[in-house]
């Protein structure tokens, strides 16, 4: 099974940039859909974006459509969560996900999850 470590999370200031990585270890990384989803505190988990096997196909959250970009790199093992624009309402924990079909907007379709890692937004 895949074990997931995602790095790069930290403080920046409104309107600033920052970008996350989760890098896979333990299985065939291209063969897992990936996500990112994000919880603040007293909140839910809430789905932030997903990407397809090949890294061709994403989708994203209306709230971070335009701002927020996905990659993944199946040569490293690794997805990337670029953040632009960022607002208040964009501090949370960060979380990658992983499942062996095609990615879906619900966190509990995914079995395997990073540890995350925190982003926060300061006025």
């Known amino acids: 099974q895949v074990q997931l470590v995602e790095s790069g999370g930290g403080l920046v200031q409104a309107g600033g940039s920052l970008s996350v990585s989760c890098a896979a270890s333990?299985?065939?990384?291209?063969?897992?859909?990936m996500a990112w989803f994000r919880q603040a505190p007293g909140k839910e988990r809430e789905f932030v974006g997903g990407?397809?096997?090949?890294?061709?196909?994403?989708y994203y959250s209306d709230s971070v459509k335009g701002r927020f970009t996905i990659s993944r790199d199946n040569a490293k093992d690794t997805v990337y969560l670029q953040m632009n624009s960022l607002t208040l309402e964009d501090t949370a924990v960060y979380y990658c996900a992983a499942r062996l079909t095609t990615w879906s907007t619900n966190p509990s379709a995914y079995p395997y999850w990073g540890q995350g890692t925190q982003v926060t937004v300061s006025s």
């Open positions: 333990g299985g065939t990384f291209s063969r897992y859909s």
């Open positions: 990407i397809s096997l090949s890294g061709t196909s994403t």
